[in-house]
Every structure is written in C-alpha cells, then in structure tokens.
T-cell receptor
Framework: GQQVMQIPQYQHVQEGEDFTTYCNSS?????IQWYKQRPGGHPVFLIQ?????EVKKQKRLTFQFGEAKKNSSLHITATQTTDVGTYFC????????????FGKGTHLIIQP | NAGVTQTPKFQVLKTGQSMTLQCAQD?????MSWYRQDPGMGLRLIHY???????DQGEVPNGYNVSRSTTEDFPLRLLSAAPSQTSVYFC????????????FGPGTRLTVT
C-alpha cells in the first residue's frame, strides 16, 4: 500500500531560525495536504497542493510539491513560538477520504 | 456551526468493556473518518464512510465497528476493549467531491486498563 515518509521526526530550533520538513510518498499522488497540530490539540488543515511543481505561500510558510508529485516540503522562515506543534503531510492517492495517508509528523520545538 | 464534535473527551475502560465514541458534524459533509493517534505513529485510519449507509475499513479496523445511519453522525464502537486500544481518537469529516480537506474533531483520549 501507499506509504508516506516524513522527516525529520523532531526538530529543535532557536526562535528566529528557519525550519523545513520533508515528505516522500512511495507512489505518485493526486494531491498532498499539510496539517498542523498544536500540543494537546487536533490537526488543523493548512493547505492542499495539486499541481506538479506547485509552490504556495502563507505568510512565513512556503509549501512545495515536487515535479513528480511524490514529494513535498514545508518551510517556515524565522520561526516564532506560535509555530510550535507537529506538522503532518497527508498524501492523497486519488481515492477520496479512504486514499489519504498521513506521514508520522515532524515535531517542531522552539527554544526562545 | 459547531463543526465536528466528539464525546466524551476522556474515557477510562477496563479490559473487555465495550463503549461507543460519538462523532457528529453539522457541515453536511459526505465523508467522515475515524483515526487513532499513537506516539510516533502519526494518524492511522480506522474506518471511513463516503455517505449515509456506506462504510469501509481503513488501515487498522480490527476491534472497531462503525455505522452511518445519518449524514451527521458517525459513531465508533469498541467491541471488547484491550490495552492496545489506548490512544487518542479523532473523528474527521470532509466535503468530498474533489475537495478532501479534513476537518477534525477535538478528540477522545481513551485509556484501557
């Protein structure tokens, strides 16, 4: 079945440093979604990428979808304490809700 | 709109007990799913439904049953609780039809002793 690998599992950064998490799928995806989960909270949708090579920005967050639609990344510029949490990618193989496979997430820990 | 609601927020069960985790959404979403989240394992799909009367198994369905009699409700039943089912359970819904953004409920933290 489809596998989605996400690295790193944990990332410690000083406040103000940049952060990147990477997501790789074993199969070609129809789209990829990114979610953020604050400690003790529930996952919250951030964005969906659909097109090959797509790049989308949300303020300090930049999301990329690879040309082969098998990998993606999330980059945060100048991290702030509000960025703390776990970032998940979720790959959609095209089968709808049943086709969404989540990566294990990257825990972002920020030291002031 | 309340979005996706789940009850209870916390539950402690003894091995062998059964219970139902409730999930409801008021967004008229066709797709609903149940996930469990364990440390280091991410979110794993238990069961899902693409509409009222239709359910199917996800990645880890053993020990759980679901039904979808209405669009709004999607309860998850634990048949005979085991310590391996200690986890945080999230219900999610999505509009479907090409837009699969998942809206998650606040979760139920279940401990089985």
């Amino acid at each position: 079945g489809q596998q989605v690998m996400q690295i790193p599992q944990y990332q410690h950064v000083q406040e103000g440093e940049d952060f990147t998490t990477y997501c790789n799928s074993s199969t070609t995806l129809s789209n990829i979604q990114w979610y953020k989960q604050r400690p003790g909270g529930h996952p919250v949708f951030l964005i969906q990428l659909v097109k090959s090579g797509e790049v989308k920005k949300q303020k300090r967050l930049t999301f990329q979808f690879g040309e082969a639609k098998k990998n993606s990344s999330l980059h945060i510029t100048a991290t702030q304490t509000t960025d703390v949490g776990t970032y998940f990618c979720a790959g959609d193989s095209g089968g709808g809700a049943d086709g969404l496979t989540f990566g294990k997430g990257t825990h972002l820990i920020i030291q002031p | 709109n309340a979005g996706v609601t789940q009850t209870p927020k916390f539950q402690v069960l003894k091995t062998g007990q059964s219970m139902t985790l409730q999930c409801a959404q008021d967004m008229n979403h066709e797709y609903m799913s149940w996930y469990r989240q364990d440390p280091g394992m991410g979110l794993r799909l238990i069961h899902y439904s693409v509409g009222a009367g239709i359910t199917d198994q996800g990645e880890v369905p053993n020990g759980y049953n679901v039904s979808r009699s209405t669009t709004e409700d999607f309860p998850l039943r634990l048949l005979s609780a085991a310590p391996s089912q200690t986890s945080v359970y999230f219900c999610a819904s999505s509009y479907g039809y090409g837009s699969y953004e998942q809206y998650f409920g606040p979760g139920t933290r279940l401990t089985v002793t």
